[in-house]
Every structure is written in structure tokens, then in C-alpha cells.
Nanobody, 123 residues
Framework: QVQLVESGGGLVQAGGSLRLACAAS????????MGWFRQAPGKEREFVAG????????YSTDSVKGRFTISRDNTKNTVYLQMNGLKPEDTAVYYC????????????????WGQGTQVTVSS
């Protein structure tokens, strides 16, 4: 069983930056692929970025490319999402998730989820 705890959310003005962190514990979390998802009010949860267990492979959705960077530190069992150039449309609850094997963009492929952290971007 893997437990995930997100942190780093908050309120920021448009154009600002935040760094989210997801601390993992239990199981062999450092061997899991990790993903960041987000869910805005009234919308479905959507994939933002993912990273393979080794950290050598990453993938992000088009709307955040060039602005968000996913990384991981397996010595700390932590995954990060550096968010720069934030826009009001990035406002959502951000979740991290873990699954064995490879990155996917589908929520149903992930076995473990954190409780989420709120990111609010004001215009």
C-alpha cells in the first residue's frame, strides 16, 4: 500500500510560480510511475504530467508544456511539479497518483491517489 501526500498549493497571481510536492510512503513507491492530475470545479479530472520510476522519461499535456516541469527525487520518495507562468485556467485541485509500470494519461490506470492540494491563480 502506497500513501501519497501533496503539498505546495496556494493562491498566486497570473504569471507566478508554485512548486507542488508529493511525498510517497509505503510499498516500493520509488519503483512506481507517478502522475500529476488536476480537477477544476465542474470538470473531469485530467492528466497534467507523468514521470517514469527512473525519472528519465516524462510526459506532459500540451496545455502545460513549456510552463510545468515534473521531476522526482527517489532518495526522498518525492515527486515535484514546478509550475511557472501560471494562468487562471490552471486553477484546480491538483492530485498526485502512482501506478506500477509505465506512465499513462488515464485516471483509471492509477492505483494510488493523494488527497489533493488547491491551486488558485488570480487574474
Amino acid at each position: 500500500q502506497v500513501q501519497l501526500v501533496e503539498s505546495g498549493g496556494g493562491l498566486v497571481q497570473a504569471g507566478g510560480s508554485l512548486r507542488l510536492a508529493c511525498a510517497a510512503s509505503g510499498g516500493s513507491s520509488r519503483t512506481y510511475a507517478m502522475g500529476w492530475f488536476r480537477q477544476a470545479p465542474g470538470k473531469e479530472r485530467e492528466f497534467v504530467a507523468g514521470i517514469a520510476w527512473s525519472g528519465t522519461t516524462t510526459y506532459s499535456t500540451d496545455s502545460v508544456k513549456g510552463r510545468f516541469t515534473i521531476s522526482r527525487d527517489n532518495t526522498k520518495n518525492t515527486v515535484y511539479l514546478q509550475m511557472n507562468g501560471l494562468k487562471p485556467e490552471d486553477t484546480a485541485v491538483y492530485y498526485c497518483a502512482a501506478r506500477r509500470v509505465s506512465i499513462t494519461t488515464k485516471t483509471y490506470d492509477y492505483d494510488y491517489w493523494g488527497q489533493g492540494t488547491q491551486v488558485t491563480v488570480s487574474s
